[in-house]
């Protein structure tokens, strides 16, 4: 198991991408443990889940709208989250399932789920889990009020692991992340603080 994380810090710009942090940050984060974990692109799938999505995007995308500017196609299409996917599968010669998640349930154990349910594939060999979010908004924070009893992150951050069936050690139990103690503030992560915690454990067993 391979984990990175990605943020506060300025990602990187990734080609066709604009304004927002929310794509250079899952680019960033997917780079650093594919580039430290290399495999068979044609037996990889990548799953990303995330709470509000590119809010970044759709606020700009919605404010030039309402003031009547000419609509920008490109805000369209980086606002979909699959966009990134696409770009890291033609980076990464990915050929295998790309999948994407909205929850306001924990993400760390829809990831794992999901990944569970993919390694059932013998096709497959490794899933690579992305759990994103950008720090609140006025609309978003008003948003994560209502869905649920925890706000955004204190800042944009990224998480990435990697999930391999042939590693020899045993793979995180679904729902372990998020239900365990921890020090951690729960504002610091937001939706993301079962997976940063996962993602810091998993870094800590690795060399």
Do not use: K, W
Request: aromatic share 2%; hydrophobic share 45%; charged share 20%.
């Amino acid at each position: 198991m391979i984990a990175a994380m990605a943020g506060p810090e300025a990602a990187p710009p990734v080609a066709g991408f604009v304004e927002s942090a929310f794509n250079p940050l899952v680019h960033q984060a997917v780079e650093r443990c594919l580039s430290a974990h290399p495999g068979d692109g044609s037996r990889t799938a990548m799953v990303l889940a995330s709470t509000m999505g590119d809010a970044a995007t759709l606020d700009l995308g919605s404010r030039r709208l309402v003031s009547g500017q000419v609509h920008n196609p490109l805000l369209f299409m980086q606002s979909t989250a699959n966009a990134i996917l696409g770009q890291l599968s033609r980076d990464f010669a990915i050929t295998g399932p790309l999948l994407c998640l909205s929850t306001v349930a924990d993400l760390a154990g829809e990831l794992l789920a999901t990944a569970e349910l993919l390694l059932d594939d013998e096709e497959l060999d490794r899933v690579v889990l992305v759990g994103v979010e950008l720090s609140g908004t006025e609309r978003t924070t008003a948003a994560y009020r209502r869905l649920r009893d925890i706000g955004p992150p204190a800042a944009d951050l990224a998480v990435a692991l990697v999930l391999d069936r042939n590693d020899p050690r045993p793979r995180p139990p679904v729902n372990a992340p998020s239900d365990a103690p921890s020090d951690t503030p729960a504002t610091e992560h937001g939706t993301l603080r079962g997976l940063a915690e996962l993602a810091a454990r998993i870094q800590g067993t690795n060399p």
